[in-house]
């Protein structure tokens, strides 16, 4: 597959990175580490539907030298599926469990984007020890309600598809490049071409990078089926929301609505652009990070 230079790279290059596998409850586990323990407050990144630690390498590339751990959801990138099913249950207690494995210390800063701001509200709720949270491009209201409804039941089409056939011809609809690419091309508000090509090719690399049909059939009901709402009450920590002028999966007077719920929140609001945040302005995602956390940005 071609691959499109990163024009994060650079930026990347300056942070120090590296592979680790470790073992939750008996199940493989990949995840990276940027930077060094005790380089400011520990960052823990959990990222969106069918991506991998890859997703948020934009944003880091913004904050040298700051401590940051990247996992791999279980099932997706290199990470092994979760014994039981892919729900937000399940992701929010493997978190917690994943934290205590890695030994990461209980003021982390967990960041979130997409379906990580689900996975994470969840394990925060439910007692997941942090200093504060940021929640980029927040699920701040069902899938079914959003502005692009109609897109999620015809994902909802698509995926009841891809798990009613034959499992070879299911995989085969559900890694289609032609879908992945028409989502990505839906979502991308940058009119920057070497931009959107780059954000395709990301989409093309790593969207299909899923154990089996199982995983990514339920991880997808976990995330149009659930929202950061749910929980927003028993979020006691500063919670700092992101949101996107032009976000296709909530809207902002959704968000606005969420961070009126929450007992300790902030938000900010990122102009012309949607969902990709973490693609098409990672440096100003870095600063709201640095903004609640004194992290150095680049």
């Given at each position: 597959m071609r691959i499109v230079p990163s024009p994060y790279a650079e930026g990347l290059?300056?942070?120090?990175?590296?592979?680790?596998?470790?073992?939750?409850?008996?199940?493989?586990?990949a995840w990276w580490e940027y930077?060094?323990?005790?380089?400011?407050?520990?960052?823990?990144?959990?990222?969106?539907?069918?991506?991998?630690?890859?997703?948020?390498?934009?944003?880091?590339?913004?904050?040298?030298?700051?401590?940051?751990?990247?996992?791999?959801?279980?099932?997706?990138?290199?990470?092994?599926?979760?014994?039981?099913?892919?729900?937000?249950?399940?992701y929010a207690a493997w978190l917690?469990?994943?934290?205590?494995?890695?030994?990461?210390?209980?003021?982390?800063?967990?960041?979130?984007?997409?379906?990580?701001?689900?996975?994470?509200a969840k394990a925060l709720a439910d007692g997941?020890?942090?200093?504060?949270?940021?929640?980029?491009?927040?699920?701040a209201s069902p899938a079914l309600q959003g502005p692009n409804a109609l897109g999620t039941?015809?994902?909802?089409l698509y995926f009841g598809v891809g798990a009613?056939?034959?499992?070879?011809?299911?995989?085969?609809?559900?890694?289609s490049r032609v879908i992945t690419r028409g989502a990505g091309a839906f979502l991308a508000?940058?009119?920057?071409?070497?931009?959107?090509?780059?954000?395709?090719?990301?989409?093309?690399r790593y969207f299909s990078g899923y154990a089996n049909r199982r995983v990514v059939v339920e991880a997808f009901h976990a995330s149009v089926d659930h929202d950061i709402t749910e929980w927003a009450r028993r979020l006691t920590l500063p919670v700092h929301l992101v949101a996107a002028e032009h976000d296709d999966i909530t809207?902002?007077?959704?968000?606005?609505?969420?961070?009126?719920?929450?007992?300790?929140?902030?938000?900010?609001?990122?102009?012309?652009v949607g969902h990709l945040v973490h693609y098409e302005r990672p440096r100003e995602a870095a600063e709201e990070i640095a903004s609640v956390t004194g992290v150095p940005v680049a």
């Open positions: 290059a300056r942070t120090a990175v590296a592979r680790h596998d470790t073992l939750v409850d008996g199940v493989p586990v930077g060094e323990p005790g380089s400011g407050p520990a960052l823990l990144l959990v990222h969106g539907f069918r991506g991998d630690h890859h997703g948020l390498e934009p944003v880091v590339s913004f904050l040298p030298g700051v401590h940051v751990v990247a996992p791999d959801l279980p099932g997706f990138g290199a990470s092994a599926p979760l014994p039981g099913e892919h729900s937000i249950d399940g917690g469990r994943f934290a205590a494995a890695v030994d990461l210390p209980p003021d982390v800063v967990v960041i979130g984007h997409s379906f990580g701001t689900i996975v994470a997941f020890p942090a200093a504060r949270a940021v929640l980029l491009n927040p699920i039941r015809l994902s909802s009613a056939l034959p499992e070879r011809a299911g995989n085969a609809l559900l890694q508000k940058t009119k920057d071409p070497a931009l959107r090509a780059w954000i395709h090719n990301q989409h093309d809207t902002l007077e959704d968000v606005r609505r969420l961070a009126a719920m929450l007992p300790d929140a902030t938000l900010a609001v990122l102009r012309d």
